[in-house]
């Protein structure tokens, strides 16, 4: 076929085609992923350069598995995340199923607009906020315990568990709930027996996405946690303050390696609900 101007015309539009896409594409590759790739191989470095290859070694692993404040600050980085993500697809649950099981009525916008409020505002603004709010309830209760960054977390990551969720329900045929429904079944039996089943493994991923992104927080932590309430990102934001330590590095290795896992996790989830 020739290539003609009306040729061209017919071909459906593709980013690929425009000049220079795959140059700039390698670019932004190679400025994301170099720095993290080359973190990674100097945790593995048997000296303290940061910058110098001195040979092969997992003496940091080592140092940072024996070392008792990264245990203790794991500790509150895995209870505050289990519990904000099982807060957070729970309210985001019961969000999805009362903004889409129903008829579109005025203001539904709105609603999708606060639900998803944290994506759209800066983080710095949220962590502010929570501050205000906190400091006022910790002088009225004396309260100073690991409930205030539980509920700062939960709040932020309700969007994150939400989005999967909606989009399960969302694409979900209703012929079995109706089914179910002419079968003389009440609504929590066509909940429990028919709908629950079929958006576990959307609240699953809902579930891995807000555990992540509580786990990899620091902005909203930093601002809410009380003395003593350090998770593993403000630890090693309070060691690099300090010094650059190679044991950050692998830490930081092993945070990322853990976040990867689970991310590979919400993906295999989301593609089982495709």
Known sequence: MVDTPATRQRRPFSIRRLPGFTTIAI????????????LAVFSFNSGTSP???????????ALALQNQQVKDATLVSLIVA?????????????????TTRRKAFKGQTLIYVMINQPLMVPEIVTAVALLIVFAA?????????????????????????YLPIRARLEGMDLTL?????????????????????????????GAMLAFVTSLDDVVITEFVKSPGQDTLPTYMLG???????????????????VTFLILCAFFLLSRKND
């Open 27 to 38: 670019i932004v590759f190679v400025l994301l992923y170099v720095p993290i790739i080359t």
């Open 137 to 161: 309830i910790k002088q009225a209760t004396g309260y100073t315990g690991l409930g205030y960054l539980i509920l700062a977390h939960s709040a932020f990551c309700i969007p994150f568990a």
């Open 239 to 257: 060691q690099l303050r300090r010094a650059m330590k190679p044991d950050v590095n692998a830490i930081s290795t092993i945070l990322m390696g």
């Open 51 to 61: 910058s110098q290859w001195e040979g092969f070694s997992l003496q940091w692993y």
């Open 177 to 205: 709930e109706t089914a179910a429904s002419d079968l003389y079944a009440d609504r929590w039996q066509t909940f429990r027996r028919v709908t629950l089943p079929l958006l576990m493994p959307a609240m699953l991923a």
């Open 82 to 98: 289990s519990f904000a993500a099982i807060i957070a697809t729970t309210v985001a649950t019961m969000a999805a199923l009362g």
